[in-house]
């Protein structure tokens, strides 16, 4: 199979973490005896800093030719604090959400029980946890209207009816293959466009008899993951209610280190970690690649039907976590000092896992 790739990766740790994405696809190609060819593109603070554009024209035309596009992160600290900046780098990722028509951002949360010690949550808790998140990507509060005056500051959360449709289908689809089961968040004791959600929901759902759907209010999903995190199953978010709560899933996983993500719509998708540019370790050679390098399995599944190959992939994660081998961030008690490894070495480990497989299958 020929597949073209673009890559870009971002700001902070994003080259670090993208640079075993593209090796460990590479090698995966070798194995199985596929042709995938890169190209890179800036996006970011990166591309503002060559450019001053945070999502270039050029860095567009390089995703709308891909096969599927492979994302480090984005953002830098010198936003943070002034704002001022009108120009900032999360306008490139979310502009280039909207020009590629991402509405599905999809987010598994799985529990590799290797890692159960690395949570901050109790073992029995979380050991058997399989969550997979619909978060709404291209509507709601980060694309609404928005105003600002010297005292006032508004922006708006909207919702269309077709842009819930479209996303609730892509979940209660999902959750055929599942445990039938869709938990839908919203906050409709407060927010009109909640209560549009909602409606909207409940009338998709009647397309899947199949499928029990559970209304919950955010504040109450919220505390319900933490506190039994197993009676979710999908869950279908609207934008900014799934940013959030995905990063509070990241840590019944154990870390955000870990957790991968796909965005699709109807043309090319976008595979990306979950976590951020993570500024205050960027160029340490610590940042764990394990998200990003799991984002590739999706790409590999989703993106082109490359289901063994994205069993692999995994499977080479799985080795290298059984074996004892960590990163910084999911390390704990009983880790073995020796086997807290840096970027590179735990890269070049899972690197080694999938060689090892390639002899096995021919
Ligand atoms: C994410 C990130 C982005 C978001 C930022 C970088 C704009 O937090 O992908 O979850 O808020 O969507
Ligand atoms: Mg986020």
Redesign the pocket.
Known sequence: MNKKITVLAGDGIGHEVTSWGVKILEQIADNFGHQFSFQNALLGHSAIEATGNPLPDETLEKCLEADAILLGA??HPKYDNDPSLKVRP?QG??KLRKSLGLYTNIRPIEIFDELADASSLKKELISGVDILFFRELTGGI?FGERNRTEDIATDSMTYSKMEVERIARRAFEAAMTRRKVVHSIDKANVLDSSRLWRATVNKIAKEYPAVEVIHMYIDNAAMQLIRYPKQFDVVLTGNMFG?IL?DEASQIAGSLGMLASASIGDKVGLYEP?H?SAPDIAGQNIANPMATILSTALMLDIAFGLKEESRTVVAAVVAVLKKGYRTQDIKDEQTDIDKILQTDQIGQLILDEIKAMKSVFS
Request: glycine letters at 20%; proline letters at 0%; a negative charge.
């Open positions: 984005v953002g999360e990722l979310l980060y940013d995905t979950i951020g």
